[in-house]
């Protein structure tokens, strides 16, 4: 079942995000490590207008288990995003001027996908397509009508999955030091 997440979530995301992140290879995940990571992570998730607030997720649940979550925003929104998370940082007795991402990921007018991550227990269940597929809810919901996505360009299978669900090659950028290819879809 995909459903919109809901802060009860938080210990069960967390560790989806974290995946992303190492692979990723943020600084941040380096600098202060797995679990403080993991904190920031939850924190944040329960926090109402955070990049990774439960409000901006939907997630697929199995047998009551979270198999996986999609996360995202509309470009209009970057801007503030990661806001929230000075005071996280704050609490968490963390510098509140560090910060997790520093590169713009968005182009204007879509809806922006930002992390999709899938459970290690759940993977080869198509858990991640139906994500993709329930993704024009959230996007419609947020007032967009294009979809668009980062592919790490050492992610050859993703790249081939988002091009069967309908997404294309609209640029070329390079987030956290890493060379992606920008994929829309038109909903």
Known sequence: MIRYAEKKDAQAIAPL???????????????????????VLEAGIVTESYRYSYRRALVSEIDGQVAGVAFGYSDKEEPQIDEPLKAILQQLEIDPEEKLFTDPETLPGEW?????????????????????????QIALRDGEQVIGLSVDRQNPGAKRLYSRMGYEVVAETVISGHDYEHMQRRI
Not at 17 to 39: Q, S
């Open 112 to 136: 922006y996908l930002d992390t999709i991550s899938v459970s290690p227990a759940f993977r080869g269940h198509g858990v991640g397509t139906a994500l993709l597929e329930a993704l024009p």
């Open 17 to 39: 995000i974290l995946v992303i992140l190492k692979d990723m290879e943020l600084p941040f995940v380096a600098r202060y490590g797995e679990e403080k990571t993991l904190a």
